[in-house]
């Protein structure tokens, strides 16, 4: 992560670029639900469960019929879909 301005976060890895803006909307975050889809939901999972210092919730893995997914509310009380699809699903 690199911080560009005190509102503005920019996330990296490989060839995929996630920018994270600091904003407010109460009807947006409550209503906002985001997919971000990995390749191990584990190691997801082991960095969910360590992070300190933000006002987060998440629930266990999930096995559903396409795959596995963690439930997390960020800060903003937005939903995260953190998946894991079967590989034949990709």
Same mark, same amino acid.
């Given at each position: 992560?690199?911080?560009? $301005?005190?509102?503005?976060? *920019?996330?990296?890895?490989?060839? /995929?670029?996630?920018?994270?803006?600091? $904003?407010?909307?109460?009807?947006?975050?409550?209503?906002?639900?985001?997919?971000?889809?990995?390749?191990? *939901?584990?190691?997801?999972?082991?960095? *969910?469960?360590?992070? +300190?210092?933000?006002? *987060?919730?998440?629930?266990?893995?999930?096995?559903?019929?396409?795959? +596995?997914?963690?439930?997390?509310?960020?800060?903003?009380?937005?939903?995260?879909?953190? $998946?894991?699809?079967? +590989?034949?699903? /990709?």
């Amino acid at each position: 992560m690199d911080y560009a $301005t005190e509102e503005l976060s *920019i996330f990296e890895n490989g060839g /995929c670029t996630f920018f994270l803006q600091k $904003t407010y909307n109460q009807v947006l975050n409550t209503q906002l639900m985001l997919q971000l889809s990995v390749v191990d *939901i584990n190691e997801a999972f082991q960095v *969910i469960s360590h992070l +300190k210092g933000f006002d *987060i919730k998440y629930e266990p893995i999930k096995v559903e019929p396409w795959g +596995k997914v963690i439930y997390l509310w960020g800060p903003s009380g937005e939903l995260w879909h953190v $998946t894991e699809l079967n +590989k034949a699903s /990709c």
